[in-house]
Every structure is written in C-alpha cells, then in structure tokens.
C-alpha cells in the first residue's frame, strides 16, 4: 500500500505560481510512476501531469503545457508540479497518485493504483 498527501494549496492571483507536493509513505515511490489530476466544480477528473519512475520522461496535459512542471525526488519520496503563469481556469483540486502498469496510460484514471486525497488550488483574477 501506499499512502499520498498532497499539500501547497491555496489562493494565488492569476498569473502567480504555487508549487504542490504529495508525500508517500508506506512503500519506496520509486516503484511506481506518478501523475497529477484536477477536477473542478461539476467537471470530470482532468490529466495535468505524469512522470515516469525514474523521472526521466514527463507528459503535460495540453491546458498546462509550458505552464506546469512535474517533477520528483525518489530519495524523498516526494513528488511535485510546479504551477507557475496560473489562470483562474486552473481552479480545482488537485490530486497525485500513483501506479506501477502505467507506460502510455498516464492520462487515464484507470490506469493508478492509489490516490491522495486532494488539495484545493483557487486562482483569482
């Protein structure tokens, strides 16, 4: 099993930038790829980032491409995204999860194991 809390949320202006990050525990994350998702308010879960194991490829979303930087640090057990040029579209919770049969699946819910439980990120204009 394992466990992921995600925290950095909060209220930012658009424009600014906020930096998530989702703790693991229960097992060593480098065994498993990560991604991050959002869902705002009557929408469906959205793919915002994934990156492999090793984090040596990333894949971004369209809506955040060249906005938003996944990154991880194993040693940590932690991952991250980076926000940065926010848009008050991007309001939604935000979740990390991870799994481990995720090669060219990364965009798709089903293809994750386990789940944080969320983090709030509102973007003012």
């Known amino acids: 099993q394992v466990q992921l809390v995600e925290s950095g949320g909060g209220l930012v202006q658009a424009g600014g930038s906020l930096r998530l990050s989702c703790a693991a525990s229960?097992?060593?994350?480098?065994?498993?790829?990560m991604g991050w998702f959002r869902q705002a308010p009557g929408k469906e879960r959205e793919f915002v980032a994934g990156?492999?194991?090793?984090?040596?490829?990333?894949y971004y979303g369209d809506s955040v491409k060249g906005r938003f930087t996944i990154s991880r640090d194993n040693a940590k057990n932690m991952g991250y995204l980076q926000m940065d040029s926010l848009k008050t579209e991007d309001t939604a919770v935000y979740y990390c999860?991870?799994?481990?049969?995720?090669?060219?699946?990364?965009?798709?819910?089903?293809?994750?194991?386990?789940w944080g439980q969320g983090t709030q990120v509102t973007v003012s204009s």
């Open positions: 990156i492999r194991w090793n984090g040596g490829t990333t």
């Open positions: 229960g097992r060593t994350l480098s065994s498993y790829a």
């Open positions: 999860a991870a799994g481990r049969s995720i090669p060219g699946r990364y965009a798709e819910i089903g293809a994750y194991d386990y």
